[in-house]
């Protein structure tokens, strides 16, 4: 069974920063790309980035290009994101996600709050 399991988030002043951490289990971590999504009151969720199995690929939003940061540790079964020069429009909740052979699975996710 697919687990995700969010951690990092918080209230943080405007330009600051965040790390977003996912562990996982139930899957075999190392062989799937690895995913952020957030969820903004009004808006769709999207997603923020991406990482493939091997981090050597990743996909970006426009909107966190040069500011976000993906990595993955496989030993660990970890993935995180580090938010840097945080603005007030990056508040949401945040998801870990990953598409297995059964479908998409999201963790619970983690509330970031940015203060102006």
């Known amino acids: 069974q697919v687990r995700l399991v969010e951690s990092g988030g918080g209230l943080v002043q405007d330009?600051?920063?965040?790390?977003?951490?996912?562990?996982?289990?139930?899957?075999?971590?190392?062989?799937?790309?690895?995913?952020?999504?957030?969820?903004?009151?009004?808006?769709?969720?999207?997603?923020?980035?991406?990482?493939?199995?091997?981090?050597?690929?990743k996909v970006f939003l426009d909107s966190v290009k040069g500011r976000f940061s993906i990595s993955r540790d496989n030993a660990k079964r970890m993935v995180y994101l580090q938010m840097s020069r945080l603005q007030p429009e990056d508040t949401g909740v945040y998801l870990c996600s990953v598409d297995t052979v059964d479908g998409r699975a999201w963790g619970q996710g983690t509330q970031v709050t940015v203060s102006s």
């Open 15 to 57: 330009g600051g920063s965040l790390r977003l951490s996912c562990a996982a289990s139930g899957f075999t971590f190392s062989t799937y790309a690895m995913s952020w999504y957030r969820q903004i009151p009004g808006k769709e969720r999207e997603m923020v980035a991406r990482i493939t199995w091997d981090g050597d690929s």
